[in-house]
Protein backbone atom coordinates (compact mmCIF):
# COMPACT_ATOMS: atom_id res chain seq x y z
CA UNK A 1 0.00 0.00 0.00
CA UNK A 2 2.64 2.48 0.76
CA UNK A 3 4.21 2.11 -2.19
CA UNK A 4 0.85 2.63 -4.19
CA UNK A 5 0.69 5.82 -2.40
CA UNK A 6 4.57 6.71 -3.53
CA UNK A 7 3.11 5.93 -6.73
CA UNK A 8 0.34 8.35 -6.51
CA UNK A 9 2.12 11.36 -4.51
CA UNK A 10 4.86 11.82 -7.56
CA UNK A 11 1.62 12.67 -10.39
CA UNK A 12 0.56 15.05 -7.64
CA UNK A 13 3.58 16.31 -6.97
CA UNK A 14 3.85 16.94 -10.46
CA UNK A 15 0.64 18.54 -10.94
CA UNK A 16 1.33 21.02 -8.13
CA UNK A 17 4.72 22.39 -9.17
CA UNK A 18 3.76 22.83 -12.74
CA UNK A 19 2.63 26.37 -11.96
CA UNK A 20 6.77 27.13 -11.14
CA UNK A 21 7.61 25.31 -13.71
CA UNK A 22 5.72 27.07 -16.26
CA UNK A 23 5.86 30.91 -14.63
CA UNK A 24 7.90 33.28 -16.54
CA UNK A 25 11.52 33.65 -15.73
CA UNK A 26 12.61 36.99 -14.51
CA UNK A 27 15.37 38.79 -15.92
CA UNK A 28 18.55 38.08 -14.35
CA UNK A 29 21.24 40.81 -13.74
CA UNK A 30 19.38 42.76 -16.74
CA UNK A 31 20.14 40.01 -19.12
CA UNK A 32 16.74 40.02 -21.84
CA UNK A 33 16.37 35.97 -22.49
CA UNK A 34 12.89 36.72 -23.95
CA UNK A 35 14.70 38.63 -26.83
CA UNK A 36 17.59 36.89 -27.19
CA UNK A 37 14.98 33.58 -27.56
CA UNK A 38 13.33 35.52 -30.14
CA UNK A 39 15.80 36.01 -32.33
CA UNK A 40 16.99 32.42 -31.71
CA UNK A 41 13.62 31.29 -32.70
CA UNK A 42 13.62 33.58 -35.64
CA UNK A 43 17.00 32.10 -37.36
CA UNK A 44 15.67 28.76 -37.50
CA UNK A 45 12.17 29.47 -38.73
CA UNK A 46 10.48 28.54 -35.74
CA UNK A 47 7.18 30.18 -34.75
CA UNK A 48 7.87 32.89 -31.74
CA UNK A 49 5.14 34.23 -31.01
CA UNK A 50 1.81 32.38 -29.98
CA UNK A 51 -1.56 33.57 -28.91
CA UNK A 52 -2.72 32.54 -25.15
CA UNK A 53 -5.13 30.02 -26.58
CA UNK A 54 -2.39 27.64 -28.32
CA UNK A 55 0.10 27.95 -25.22
CA UNK A 56 -2.96 26.96 -22.89
CA UNK A 57 -4.06 24.18 -25.43
CA UNK A 58 -0.54 22.88 -25.09
CA UNK A 59 -0.11 22.71 -21.59
CA UNK A 60 -3.69 21.30 -21.42
CA UNK A 61 -2.59 18.73 -24.15
CA UNK A 62 0.58 17.96 -22.14
CA UNK A 63 -0.95 17.20 -18.94
CA UNK A 64 -3.74 15.32 -20.29
CA UNK A 65 -0.69 13.16 -21.92
CA UNK A 66 1.09 12.74 -18.94
CA UNK A 67 -2.46 11.29 -16.58
CA UNK A 68 -2.96 9.38 -19.49
CA UNK A 69 0.13 7.21 -19.31
CA UNK A 70 0.48 7.18 -15.53
CA UNK A 71 -3.71 5.65 -15.48
CA UNK A 72 -2.36 3.25 -18.29
CA UNK A 73 0.78 2.39 -15.87
CA UNK A 74 -1.87 1.51 -13.40
CA UNK A 75 -4.14 -0.24 -15.22
CA UNK A 76 -1.06 -2.58 -16.29
CA UNK A 77 0.25 -2.31 -12.32
CA UNK A 78 -3.19 -4.15 -11.51
CA UNK A 79 -3.33 -6.64 -14.03
CA UNK A 80 0.53 -7.61 -13.29
CA UNK A 81 -0.79 -7.91 -9.45
CA UNK A 82 -3.80 -10.18 -10.93
CA UNK A 83 -2.26 -12.34 -12.72
CA UNK A 84 0.69 -13.18 -10.06
CA UNK A 85 -1.91 -13.49 -7.71
CA UNK A 86 -1.58 -17.10 -7.53
CA UNK A 87 -5.30 -17.57 -5.77
CA UNK A 88 -4.57 -14.99 -3.38
CA UNK A 89 -7.93 -13.35 -2.77
CA UNK A 90 -6.51 -10.26 -0.67
CA UNK A 91 -4.37 -9.60 -4.06
CA UNK A 92 -6.95 -10.32 -6.62
CA UNK A 93 -9.18 -8.06 -4.24
CA UNK A 94 -6.37 -5.28 -4.33
CA UNK A 95 -5.83 -5.84 -8.22
CA UNK A 96 -9.58 -5.50 -9.14
CA UNK A 97 -9.65 -2.25 -6.87
CA UNK A 98 -6.95 -0.38 -8.89
CA UNK A 99 -7.85 -1.56 -12.01
CA UNK A 100 -11.38 -0.39 -11.24
CA UNK A 101 -10.04 3.03 -9.61
CA UNK A 102 -7.74 3.39 -12.87
CA UNK A 103 -10.91 3.04 -15.19
CA UNK A 104 -12.57 5.47 -13.33
CA UNK A 105 -9.66 7.84 -13.29
CA UNK A 106 -9.58 7.82 -17.25
CA UNK A 107 -13.28 8.15 -17.64
CA UNK A 108 -12.75 11.27 -15.42
CA UNK A 109 -9.88 12.37 -17.73
CA UNK A 110 -11.46 12.18 -21.24
CA UNK A 111 -14.57 14.05 -19.80
CA UNK A 112 -12.25 16.50 -18.57
CA UNK A 113 -10.39 16.61 -22.02
CA UNK A 114 -13.78 17.08 -23.89
CA UNK A 115 -15.23 19.57 -21.36
CA UNK A 116 -11.91 21.91 -22.19
CA UNK A 117 -12.14 21.09 -25.85
CA UNK A 118 -15.81 22.38 -25.92
CA UNK A 119 -15.24 25.05 -24.19
CA UNK A 120 -12.14 26.28 -25.94
CA UNK A 121 -13.71 25.37 -29.09
CA UNK A 122 -17.06 27.63 -27.92
CA UNK A 123 -14.59 30.28 -26.89
CA UNK A 124 -12.54 30.32 -29.85
CA UNK A 125 -15.89 30.37 -32.24
CA UNK A 126 -17.34 33.31 -30.17
CA UNK A 127 -14.71 36.01 -30.53
CA UNK A 128 -13.78 34.87 -33.79
CA UNK A 129 -10.20 34.14 -33.39
CA UNK A 130 -8.68 31.15 -35.19
Known sequence: MKALKKLAFIPML???MAPLWLAPVPAVA???LSGQLVNVGEATGIQTERELA???GSILQAVFGLLGIVLLVLILYGGF???TASGNDE???KA???ITNSVIGLVIIMAAYA????VVDAITNATGVE
Do not use: D, H, R, Y
Open 81 to 83: LWM
Open 96 to 98: KQI
Open 30 to 32: GVN
Open 115 to 118: IASF
Open 54 to 56: EII
Open 91 to 93: QVK
Open 14 to 16: VLL
